[in-house]
């Protein structure tokens, strides 16, 4: 057999690097499946000890701020509201110096894939970041602090809309934010600065063509007219509500907050191909659920001069084209609903203001022509390189050219992954209840429901409240 | 060949390792350091000196030296209205720390301070000798408090950002309620962030 004097030291070197990538495994997806696991047993504080002690395995040097954020929201969901601000926190202070791009960063993700740049986090889970940060300051009643934290957003949310320009499918505000900021505004009696945030919420919804949820609503005209902005209440179109609300003196306000199901995450699609010359050509697709549809064709021949003298053919040799994208991947939710049952105030049904869903495709819709030009470059440089490789690497023989060529290939497989990274463990909804409740110690019964209003998960829980005072009280169902 | 490898292999490490040590440095606590552009004890210290200065030089306080009073100050709450969560301990605690060493006012302990002096005297009560045993009812009131807010605004544009600060605090008589002084300090800070690294 006469072979290329290179193609030994090439073969043992593909052979190696083939199993250095071996164990190359998108970190995305493998976090995802751990992760879910250990969330959904409830026991928040041992799931954020698997993952301090999987941090390295799970998330590597690039998603440090997906580690914080993970860990900070399993404390939040635990009620361990001290520990969920340290590392929420530590999220938020990453997030700021993760604004310097590194040049080299970004030229070996043209090379290699996504996953080699640090995860900087998708716009609306900043905004979530702060938001649940607040919830945990208003959880300890420091409802101070939870106003910093919807100012910290507001100025995030004010870059975003300056970036995103006249771009009418970008992310440029978030309802639910705003809505919440104006209830945190009302309870430290800053009326005019909750009269604008319920603004900006319910025009953020009409401008989307979104149904504004009633209660919002209702209390969007309340604000607005107390503050006498009758321009504003109808350039929103808003109604005056049926009922007013009952706070009597001797009454404070409880509002809970419930935070069900599971958000939707990111899966890979990807469709690779290979022609083998003088073989066949093989392509397959990959879905976001991981099923797999794979067609296999007989090629055409090669001229007999690709056969002939040099020493070398192309037979046996392969071309090979793969390319991954991340795609939303639904997760079931049990929990749909919620109801509040308050002794002596009845029982009332929650109401949702936010959705993960939403939040994500609009992400995924807005990035893609980005991501797609990044694809190709990359999936470019990459399927040339190969080619160049293995027409460096041909031989003779067409078993040793086609061992060869897949051997590339593999190589090349491993490296192509899409980045799939996210804040997966975000609720699916974020739902809201408000109960006048007399002043003192209120045993607040709360109840998440499926979609034929079962129960699927209880708590009862007792919680301070003081005369004309609003407290915040947060329930989950993450399931 | 070999040699000038190894010594060239032993010069980066050296070089490499050189990078990875910390270093701790002593510096003044009075020494301005800026380091993120957030809210710091440089600009905790220089606005509670500044604003006790130019309260301790109003017209309220030649007043009360014609009458030959000294009055007796409290600090009450500094609401934090900026965006950052700034440690308005530490503001109160420069607040009185400058109204002190200015030996022109009397100082009172803060609520949560005389909360536990109280423990200790209803302690003494029961436990200390009649003769080093301290009386309850002998506080001296305020009767100015010292009252503020520090409030800020953001203006940012890619990696550029102005943040302005405003500290506004208030002298009120308690028991009538009058503002005897009012006073202002402004901090802008005009923060750049380096958009690309290496």
Same mark, same amino acid.
């Given at each position: 057999?006469?072979?290329?004097?290179?193609?030994?030291?090439?073969?043992?070197?593909?052979?190696?690097?083939?199993?250095?990538?071996?164990?190359?495994?998108?970190?995305?997806?493998?976090?995802?499946?751990?992760?879910?696991?250990?969330?959904?047993?409830?026991?928040?504080?041992?799931?954020?000890?698997?993952?301090?002690?999987?941090?390295?395995?799970?998330?590597?040097?690039? +998603?440090?701020?997906?580690?914080?954020?993970?860990?900070?929201?399993?404390?939040?969901?635990?009620?361990?509201?001290?520990? +969920?601000?340290?590392?929420?926190?530590?999220?938020?202070?990453?997030?700021?110096?993760?604004?310097?791009?590194?040049?080299?960063?970004?030229?070996?993700?043209?090379?290699?894939?996504?996953?080699?740049?640090?995860?900087?986090?998708?716009?609306?889970?900043?905004?979530?970041?702060?938001?649940?940060?607040?919830?945990?300051?208003?959880?300890?009643?420091?409802?101070?602090?939870?106003?910093?934290?919807?100012?910290?957003?507001?100025?995030?949310?004010?870059?975003?809309?300056?970036?995103?320009?006249?771009?009418?499918?970008?992310?440029?505000?978030?309802?639910?934010?705003?809505?919440?900021?104006?209830?945190?505004?009302?309870?430290?009696?800053?009326?005019?600065?909750?009269?604008?945030?319920?603004?900006?919420?319910?025009?953020?919804?009409?401008?989307?063509?979104?149904?504004?949820?009633?209660?919002?609503?209702?209390?969007?005209?309340?604000?607005?007219?107390?503050?006498?902005?009758?321009?504003?209440?109808?350039?929103?179109?808003?109604?005056?509500?049926?009922?007013?609300?009952?706070?009597?003196?001797?009454?404070?306000?409880?509002?809970?907050?419930?935070?069900?199901?599971?958000?939707?995450?990111?899966?890979?699609?990807?469709?690779?191909?290979?022609?083998?010359?003088?073989?066949?050509?093989?392509?397959?697709?990959?879905?976001?659920?991981?099923?797999?549809?794979?067609?296999?064709?007989?090629?055409?021949?090669?001229?007999?001069?690709?056969?002939?003298?040099?020493?070398?053919?192309?037979?046996?040799?392969?071309?090979?084209?793969?390319?991954?994208?991340?795609?939303?991947?639904?997760?079931?939710?049990?929990?749909?609903?919620?109801?509040?049952?308050?002794?002596?105030?009845?029982?009332?049904?929650?109401?949702?203001?936010?959705?993960?869903?939403?939040?994500?495709?609009?992400?995924?819709?807005?990035?893609?022509?980005?991501?797609?030009?990044?694809?190709?470059?990359?999936?470019?440089?990459?399927?040339?390189?190969?080619?160049?490789?293995?027409?460096?690497?041909?031989?003779?023989?067409?078993?040793?050219?086609?061992?060869?060529?897949?051997?590339?290939?593999?190589?090349?497989?491993?490296?192509?992954?899409?980045?799939?990274?996210?804040?997966?463990?975000?609720?699916?909804?974020?739902?809201?209840?408000?109960?006048?409740?007399?002043?003192?110690?209120?045993?607040?019964?709360?109840?998440?429901?499926?979609?034929?209003?079962?129960?699927?998960?209880?708590?009862?829980?007792?919680?301070?409240?003081?005369?004309?005072?609003?407290?915040?009280?947060?329930?989950?169902?993450?399931? | 060949?070999?040699?000038?490898?190894?010594?060239?292999?032993?010069?980066?490490?050296?070089?490499?390792?050189?990078?990875?040590?910390?270093?701790?440095?002593?510096?003044?606590?009075?020494?301005?350091?800026?380091?993120?552009?957030?809210?710091?004890?440089?600009?905790?210290?220089?606005?509670?000196?500044?604003?006790?200065?130019?309260?301790?030089?109003?017209?309220?306080?030649?007043?009360?030296?014609?009458?030959?009073?000294?009055?007796?100050?409290?600090?009450?709450?500094?609401?934090?209205?900026?965006?950052?969560?700034?440690?308005?301990?530490?503001?109160?605690?420069?607040?009185?720390?400058?109204?002190?060493?200015?030996?022109?006012?009397?100082?009172?302990?803060?609520?949560?301070?005389?909360?536990?002096?109280?423990?200790?005297?209803?302690?003494?009560?029961?436990?200390?000798?009649?003769?080093?045993?301290?009386?309850?009812?002998?506080?001296?009131?305020?009767?100015?408090?010292?009252?503020?807010?520090?409030?800020?605004?953001?203006?940012?544009?890619?990696?550029?950002?102005?943040?302005?600060?405003?500290?506004?605090?208030?002298?009120?008589?308690?028991?009538?309620?009058?503002?005897?002084?009012?006073?202002?300090?402004?901090?802008?800070?005009?923060?750049?962030?380096?958009?690309?690294?290496?």
């Amino acid at each position: 057999m006469a072979s290329h004097p290179r193609s030994g030291a090439a073969l043992a070197g593909a052979a190696f690097l083939s199993l250095l990538l071996a164990g190359c495994a998108n970190r995305g997806l493998t976090r995802f499946d751990s992760i879910s696991k250990q969330a959904s047993t409830q026991d928040y504080a041992a799931a954020a000890r698997f993952l301090a002690k999987e941090r390295a395995t799970l998330y590597g040097s690039q +998603s440090t701020l997906l580690y914080y954020m993970d860990v900070g929201l399993l404390y939040h969901y635990g009620a361990a509201y001290d520990s +969920s601000i340290v590392y929420l926190t530590r999220a938020v202070n990453l997030q700021d110096e993760l604004y310097a791009r590194s040049v080299t960063n970004e030229a070996a993700s043209l090379l290699v894939n996504d996953n080699v740049r640090p995860y900087r986090g998708r716009s609306y889970e900043i905004v979530w970041l702060h938001l649940f940060l607040a919830f945990d300051y208003l959880a300890l009643d420091r409802t101070d602090d939870a106003r910093i934290e919807m100012r910290q957003a507001e100025i995030f949310l004010n870059e975003v809309k300056r970036k995103a320009g006249s771009d009418g499918k970008a992310y440029r505000d978030d309802p639910t934010f705003r809505a919440f900021s104006a209830l945190v505004y009302e309870a430290l009696g800053e009326r005019d600065d909750a009269a604008i945030a319920i603004y900006a919420a319910v025009k953020s919804l009409r401008q989307r063509k979104q149904p504004v949820p009633p209660g919002m609503a209702a209390y969007a005209w309340r604000l607005l007219d107390a503050e006498d902005r009758p321009d504003d209440i109808r350039e929103l179109d808003l109604q005056p509500p049926s009922t007013k609300p009952a706070r009597t003196p001797g009454t404070g306000e409880l509002v809970v907050v419930g935070e069900l199901g599971r958000s939707p995450a990111l899966g890979e699609t990807s469709f690779w191909g290979t022609w083998v010359r003088d073989g066949v050509m093989v392509y397959s697709y990959k879905d976001a659920s991981g099923k797999v549809v794979s067609q296999a064709l007989p090629a055409p021949g090669l001229p007999a001069s690709a056969y002939q003298g040099r020493g070398s053919t192309r037979s046996g040799t392969t071309l090979h084209i793969k390319w991954a994208m991340p795609s939303l991947r639904e997760v079931p939710s049990r929990s749909q609903g919620m109801q509040v049952n308050v002794e002596g105030a009845g029982t009332v049904a929650g109401e949702t203001w936010g959705d993960t869903r939403a939040l994500l495709a609009q992400d995924l819709d807005e990035g893609r022509t980005a991501l797609l030009t990044r694809t190709v470059i990359r999936v470019a440089a990459r399927t040339l390189a190969a080619e160049k490789a293995k027409s460096e690497m041909q031989t003779s023989n067409p078993i040793v050219n086609l061992l060869l060529s897949l051997g590339t290939d593999a190589l090349a497989d491993q490296l192509e992954q899409a980045d799939v990274r996210m804040w997966f463990l975000l609720p699916r909804a974020l739902s809201v209840a408000r109960v006048s409740v007399p002043a003192g110690a209120a045993s607040v019964q709360w109840g998440a429901q499926g979609d034929d209003g079962r129960i699927v998960r209880s708590e009862t829980r007792e919680t301070p409240v003081k005369a004309g005072k609003t407290r915040f009280v947060f329930f989950n169902s993450i399931k | 060949m070999i040699r000038v490898s190894r010594v060239a292999g032993i010069l980066m490490m050296s070089l490499m390792m050189v990078g990875c040590g910390k270093k701790v440095t002593r510096i003044s606590s009075d020494s301005t350091t800026d380091l993120s552009g957030r809210w710091n004890d440089t600009d905790s210290r220089l606005v509670a000196e500044e604003m006790l200065r130019d309260c301790l030089n109003s017209a309220w306080y030649y007043t009360y030296q014609a009458q030959k009073k000294t009055p007796t100050v409290i600090v009450g709450s500094v609401k934090n209205k900026s965006h950052e969560h700034i440690d308005a301990e530490t503001f109160t605690k420069d607040m009185e720390r400058a109204l002190t060493n200015s030996g022109k006012v009397e100082f009172v302990a803060s609520k949560g301070e005389r909360e536990e002096l109280r423990d200790e005297k209803a302690d003494q009560a029961t436990n200390a000798s009649v003769e080093t045993r301290k009386q309850a009812g002998e506080e001296s009131g305020a009767e100015l408090m010292l009252i503020g807010s520090i409030n800020s605004i953001v203006d940012k544009e890619g990696s550029k950002s102005v943040v302005f600060y405003q500290i506004n605090m208030e002298l009120v008589q308690i028991e009538s309620g009058r503002k005897l002084w009012i006073g202002d300090k402004k901090i802008k800070k005009y923060i750049s962030k380096n958009a690309v690294t290496f």
